[in-house]
T-cell receptor
């Protein structure tokens, strides 16, 4: 089955700096890659997704890149703000189920 | 914005008892999912459901688990004889379509087995 590796596990950044989280996946048939943000005790919230026919996608301060050949994808958050502090999960899917990475705890220091 | 709703928010159950977790997916969504998250760990897929049938299930989803859509709005997860290791947050999700469609999660039910 699909195996998704995510790193780093924790990330501390100064407010205003950028944050980058990287994921790799094992199943070359995976074609959908969402990113979720989860605040403590809350639901995972979809923040951005990318499909395998696209290399990059942006939405305001967040962007995702996908390298199908290398089987890795990354989340980029620019101009980080305190409200960006949360756990971020990447996931990969080829049909029904989402296979999640282990998560990255992002802390934005004021 | 429409949301997936789950009840109860917290369920405490004695080991060996049956428990039913309830979900109301977003109304125009056709695909439904259950995931679980053990404290501090990653979210794990349990089962997907479409057209009143299980479309995929994980190795976690053994004979103790079942899912049902008893009416036009609810989607339930039943655990027949709970074990201590079933303690986790259980999330329901739904999506409009099968492929490449965003899955929207509910707030979850925290299940505590004593």
């Amino acid at each position: 089955g699909e195996n998704v590796e995510q790193h780093p596990s924790t990330l501390s950044v100064q407010e205003g700096d950028s944050a980058v989280i990287k994921c790799t996946y094992s199943d070359s048939a995976s074609n959908y890659f969402p990113w979720y943000k989860q605040e403590l005790g809350k639901r995972p919230q979809l923040i951005i997704d990318i499909r395998s026919n696209v290399g990059e996608k942006k939405d305001q301060r967040i962007a995702v890149t996908l390298n199908k050949t290398a089987k890795h994808f990354s989340l980029h958050i620019t101009e980080t703000q305190p409200e960006d502090s949360a756990v971020y999960f990447c996931a990969a899917s080829r049909q029904y189920k989402l296979s999640f990475g282990a998560g990255t705890t992002v802390t934005v220091r004021a | 914005e429409p949301e997936v709703t789950q009840t109860p928010s917290h369920q405490v159950t004695q080991m060996g008892q049956e428990v039913i977790l309830r979900c109301v997916p977003i109304s125009n969504h056709l695909y439904f999912y259950w995931y679980r998250q053990i404290l501090g760990q990653k979210v794990e897929f349990l089962v997907s459901f479409y057209n009143n049938e299980i479309s995929e299930k994980s190795e976690i989803f053994d004979d103790q688990f079942s899912v049902e859509r008893p009416d036009g709005s609810n989607f339930t997860l039943k655990i027949r004889s709970t074990k201590l290791e079933d303690s986790a947050m259980y999330f329901c999700a739904s999506s409009q379509g099968q492929r490449n469609q965003p899955q929207h999660f509910g707030d979850g039910t925290r299940l505590s087995i004593l």
